[in-house]
C-alpha cells in the first residue's frame, strides 16, 4: 500500500538550504512541490521525490510555501506571482537573511492578497541543513507558526517562535553577528597554531575538546584542517549580503559593533583573493597568506578560483 502523504509543501529557492528543506520534507511523507530557476538544482531535488512545478501552480496546490531565496528581487517577484491569483490564504513562510524593509514589504503584499506571512530565517549552514541540523526562528501570527510546527519539524532539530513579525529577523542578525566574528576567530586560532609548529588536526581536536571552543569552530575548522574550501555550504560571495544587513541593522539602532566591524576586511580580503564562491571557512586562507604560512600538500588544491 502507497505511503498516505501528510500534505502538501511548496518550496521556492532550491539552494543549499531550500533543497535540504525539500529533500527532507519529501524523505518525512509531505507531497513537496519545488521552484527554482536553476535546472541543476531541480534536477537534484527531483532525485529525492520533490516535484517541480512553476511558481503559480506551486501556489495554486500547496497550502504552505517555504521560501529560500538569495536576494530581496527574488522575494519580490516570488511574492508578486504568489499575490496576483485570486488563491484561498496560504500560509507563506520566509526563510532567508533580509532586511526587516524587505520582509516588511513582502508581508505587506501577501496580507493584501489574503495570505500569512511568517518571517522565519534559519540559524545553521548548509551542510548542518542537510543533516538537518539546523534552529528556525519563527516569528509572525502565532496560530500560522503552530499550524506549520509540523512541517518545520520536519527539516529542523528546534523551532523556537519569537514573537511578533520581525523578531524572527532580529534574532538571526544576533546570531550571525557571532558566526562571522567566531568564523574569523577560528581561523585566527588555527592560523596561529599551525605557525607555532602544531599540526592543524591537533589543533582543531583539542581546540573543540576545551573551553574555547564554538560550535563555528566545530563546523568549520575541518575545512581548515584540511585548507579545503570548495565545498560551499555558505560561499563568501553571498554572505556579504548577510554582513551587509546585519551593519545596517546595527547603524540604524547606534549600536556599535568593534569586533563585528573588525571581522568583516577578512571576508572582503577573501572576496578580493577569489574565494567568492568558497565556503566562509576560506577566510582561514586570508590569514595564512597575510601571514606567510604555506601549507605543502595538506593545502593542494584548496587554491581560490579566479
Known amino acids: 500500500m502507497a505511503k498516505r502523504s501528510k500534505g502538501t509543501v ?3 529557492g532550491l539552494g543549499n538550504m531550500g533543497g535540504a528543506f525539500a529533500r527532507h520534507l519529501a524523505a518525512a511523507g509531505w507531497r513537496v512541490l519545488g521552484f527554482d530557476i536553476d535546472a541543476t ?6 532525485r529525492g521525490g520533490v516535484e517541480i ?9 500547496a497550502p504552505v510555501i517555504i521560501l529560500s531565496l538569495p536576494n530581496p528581487r527574488a522575494l519580490d517577484a516570488t ?3 504568489i499575490a496576483r491569483h485570486e488563491l484561498s490564504s496560504r500560509i507563506v513562510v520566509e526563510a ?13 503584499v501577501l496580507r493584501k492578497a489574503g495570505h500569512v506571512m511568517l518571517d522565519c530565517p534559519v540559524s545553521g549552514t548548509g551542510a548542518q541543513a542537510a543533516a538537518k541540523d539546523i534552529v528556525i526562528y519563527a516569528s509572525g501570527d502565532a496560530k500560522a507558526i503552530a499550524k506549520v510546527a509540523p512541517v518545520l519539524s520536519d527539516f529542523s532539530r528546534a523551532t523556537y517562535n519569537t514573537g511578533d513579525f520581525g523578531n524572527g529577523s532580529r534574532m538571526k542578525y544576533v546570531a550571525n553577528l557571532l558566526v562571522t566574528i567566531h568564523n574569523v576567530a577560528s581561523a ?5 597554531g599551525i605557525k607555532s609548529g602544531l599540526d592543524a588536526q591537533m589543533v582543531y581536536d583539542f581546540i573543540r575538546s576545551g573551553v574555547g571552543t564554538s560550535r563555528v569552530f566545530e563546523v568549520r575548522g575541518p575545512m581548515m584542517v584540511r585548507d579545503r574550501y570548495d565545498d560551499a555550504s555558505m560561499s563568501i560571495k553571498l554572505y556579504h549580503k548577510d554582513i551587509a544587513v546585519i551593519e545596517d541593522h546595527a547603524a540604524k539602532l547606534g549600536v556599535p559593533t568593534p569586533l563585528f566591524s573588525a571581522s568583516i576586511p577578512v571576508y572582503s580580503a577573501a572576496l578580493s583573493m577569489g574565494y567568492g564562491e568558497q565556503d566562509t571557512a576560506s577566510v582561514c586562507g586570508v590569514l595564512q597568506t597575510m601571514a606567510g604560512l604555506k601549507r605543502g600538500k595538506a593545502g593542494r588544491g584548496s587554491k581560490p578560483r579566479r
Do not use: I
Request: charged content about 25%; glycine content about 2%.
Open 10 to 12: 511548496g518550496v521556492v
Open 41 to 46: 538544482r531541480k534536477r537534484a531535488v527531483a
Open 53 to 61: 512545478a512553476p511558481v503559480e501552480t506551486l501556489a495554486a496546490v
Open 79 to 81: 511574492v508578486a506571482a
Open 96 to 108: 532567508s537573511t533580509f532586511t526587516l524593509d524587505d520582509k516588511q514589504r513582502a508581508e505587506s
Open 188 to 192: 585566527e586560532a588555527m592560523v596561529l
